[in-house]
């Protein structure tokens, strides 16, 4: 079974579990996580051939040395507690919500041999701007949790690390960091990297007070993804532009959403000039850059090869200081921003830009490198009792 979207248009009782998911963990909450992988894809079935087992000419070995490193730092019961197998279910066990139950070991738990090893293991992972937009959503929490007082639910070092697999430049593997607002799943596969689904948000954006005051998040994104829309010509934002209305939440590739129907929507790139093309590829390089150099570059590589095919839609105001949903989606990356309405510390009813939600994926069944893992399956004897990506083909 899988959800089929249309549009924007989220199905009543999907939109329900959304709603309750902002709330708290409901029972049954990982239900959507019972199916079978196949991704996100429109139609019946992904388009093949997009992601090929070879070779990228990048080192993963430093990412390996860095998790194994890591994992030495922890105790058995700590490490019992963070390994899995590499095609474990575990992989979809992530949400934005706060009071989603974690796997792993976290930050708070850790000591600071632990937390610098861990760190460590992600700044390998992670260009320096992707590791200071990761530490600085995590000081943000904690501000978050200043303004609410519920220190108990909000915090720096809330966030949850497991190692699915055992870090090697020939064998499948990765690492999760797992929190509110605040998720990456990392996968190698020889030096190969997909690091896809990624969720990065705040509220608030901004500390104007506290222990981490003048600490700023999201502003690139919001900002690039307006100066896109600014570049359109009237014509260009008549396709562009689904609604002018924008709903408190409009994201729909959050988590729990690994198994939906997504059409294309907006305007392709083939109807841009080169002038807007190079915005566009701007505004995605801002996402795929949160990965370590090396790999953004040949990430985007691949990006560049379906520009004539990406589309940019948008939800929302195009004044200065509106608020706005927009959408990013090619044959290899799905790319979704959304002011949302605010959760904490006061609830309300509108989008505001002091709560931003930002996801990304890799469509055509190659999330969490699914798409890999099967091909490496298929060419490898590999007995173990899990199952790995649903056959695509």
């Known amino acids: 079974m899988h959800r089929t979207i249309t549009r924007f248009v989220l199905p009543v009782g999907l939109l329900g579990l959304v709603i309750l998911a902002a709330i708290a963990q409901p029972p049954g909450f990982d239900r959507e996580i019972s199916e079978a992988f196949r991704g996100i894809f429109p139609g019946a079935k992904p388009e093949p051939g997009l992601f090929p087992i070879e070779s990228t000419g990048v080192s993963t070995r430093p990412v390996m040395e860095a998790a194994d490193a890591f994992l030495g730092t922890l105790s058995e019961p700590q490490r ?57 959503i995590m000081k943000l929490n904690e501000t978050l949790a200043e303004l609410s007082g519920k220190f108990d639910e909000y915090g720096q070092w809330l966030y949850y690390i497991t190692i699915m697999g055992e870090p090697s430049q020939t064998e499948p593997w990765g690492w999760q960091l797992d929190g509110h607002h605040l998720v990456i799943n990392y996968f190698v596969l020889g030096d190969q990297v997909v690091m896809s689904p990624v969720f990065m948000g705040s509220e608030p954006i901004r500390a104007d007070s506290g222990k981490f005051k003048g600490t700023v998040v999201m502003q690139d994104e919001q ?30 590739s959050e988590a729990f959403h690994d198994n939906i129907d997504l059409d294309y929507a907006g305007i392709p790139g083939k109807k841009l000039d080169e002038k807007q093309r190079q915005l566009l590829l701007e505004l995605i390089a801002e996402y795929v850059g949160n990965m ?96 790995p990506a649903k056959p695509t083909k």
């Not at 993804?225 to 924008?246: C, H, I, N, W």
């Not at 948008?314 to 799905?334: A, N, Q």
């Open 80 to 136: 019992a507690r963070t390994t899995f197998p590499v095609d474990d279910i575990e992989w979809r066990k992530w949400a934005n919500q706060h009071s989603y139950k974690r796997q792993g070991v976290s930050f708070e738990e850790m000591n600071e041999a632990q937390r610098k090893a861990a760190f460590d293991m992600l700044q390998a992972g992670l260009s320096a701007k992707g590791l200071k937009k990761t530490q600085d």
């Open 223 to 252: 900002d690039k993804g307006y100066t896109f829309m600014q570049s359109l010509d009237p014509q260009q934002r008549t396709e562009a532009v689904l609604s002018s209305q924008k709903g408190g939440t409009n994201n729909l």
């Open 292 to 387: 370590a150099d090396g790999h953004a570059k040949v990430k985007m590589s691949e990006v560049e090869k379906h520009l004539d095919r990406t589309c940019f839609a948008w939800i929302g105001e195009t004044d200065p200081k509106g608020v706005f949903y927009y959408r990013v989606h090619s044959p290899v990356i799905l790319i979704e921003f959304d002011h949302q309405r605010r959760i904490a510390p006061q609830r309300g009813r509108i989008p505001v830009r002091e709560h931003i939600h930002t996801v990304v994926r890799t469509p055509n069944g190659n999330d969490y490198g699914k798409d890999l893992l099967r091909q490496h399956y298929e060419k490898h004897d590999h007995s173990h009792p899990h199952e």
